[in-house]
């Protein structure tokens, strides 16, 4: 079983609608949960945080962790064409190997049409 | 904010050769810095965990004689890629550890080997 697992897409959505990625991992000793945005060819940059069962948000987007489920998601409502990218769960190793490093998953392609 | 200046950000190399990439802390002290990997379409793959003064801790399957780490300062982590080949072309990319729970990513080096 992979460690963090995304539907790869692609996601298209209109302009003003809400997207919803999905993103599970494995590890449950996992406490730390983010969300990331790459664009082809550049380095990934972060959008959210989550540490606490629930749901936070910041601005546009919110994230939601059910530790329970080993999920968690990222809403962006009012999707704009900018949105567009490859969104990364990534999911800190609760323990073994190197602790802390951030374990990726493979990324869900957002297409917001105009 | 915190950070991290990777350089160069691409490089083209001949087959055999060796490359430097180097990763600098601007504005902190970076004690661990993680190196990643990552191919087109493919998620972040963690090749290794540096702590500045000690030997780095890689992952499964990556030749630690071939990805040489270096971590000689709190601000300065170097990847060597000894005798590269067409396979080790790839965006890699470091990032460092900013708090208890913070990263901030390099901007990445896209390795062209011909």
């Known amino acids: 079983q992979k460690e963090v697992e995304q539907n790869s897409g692609p996601l298209s959505v209109p302009e003003g609608a809400i997207a919803s990625l999905n993103c599970t991992y494995s590890?449950?000793?996992?406490?730390?949960f983010f969300w990331y945005r790459q664009y082809s060819g550049k380095s990934p940059e972060l959008i959210m945080s989550?540490?606490?069962?629930g749901d936070k948000e910041d601005g546009r987007f919110t994230a939601q962790l059910n530790k329970a489920s080993q999920y968690v998601s990222l809403l962006i409502r009012d999707s704009q064409p900018s949105d567009s990218a490859t969104y990364l769960c990534a999911v800190n190793r609760g323990s073994g190997g190197s602790q802390g490093n951030l374990i990726f998953g493979k990324g869900t392609k957002l297409s917001v049409k105009p | 904010g915190a950070v991290v200046s990777q350089h160069p950000s691409r490089v083209i190399c001949k087959s055999g050769t060796s490359v430097k990439i180097e990763c600098r802390s601007l504005?902190?002290?970076?004690?661990?810095m993680f190196w990643y990997r990552q191919f087109p379409k493919q998620s972040l793959m963690l090749m290794a965990t540096?702590?500045?003064?000690?030997?780095?801790?890689?992952e499964q399957g990556v030749e630690k004689d071939k990805f040489l780490i270096n971590h000689a300062s709190l601000t300065l982590s170097t990847l060597t890629v000894t005798s590269a080949h067409p396979e080790d072309s790839s965006f890699y990319i470091c990032?460092?550890?900013?708090?208890?729970?913070?990263?901030?990513f390099g901007s990445g080096t896209r390795l062209t080997v011909v």
């Open positions: 989550i540490y606490s069962n």
């Open positions: 590890d449950r000793g996992s406490q730390s």
């Open positions: 504005d902190f002290q970076a004690t661990t």
């Open positions: 540096s702590n500045e003064g000690s030997k780095a801790t890689y």
């Open positions: 990032s460092a550890r900013t708090g208890l729970e913070g990263y901030t």
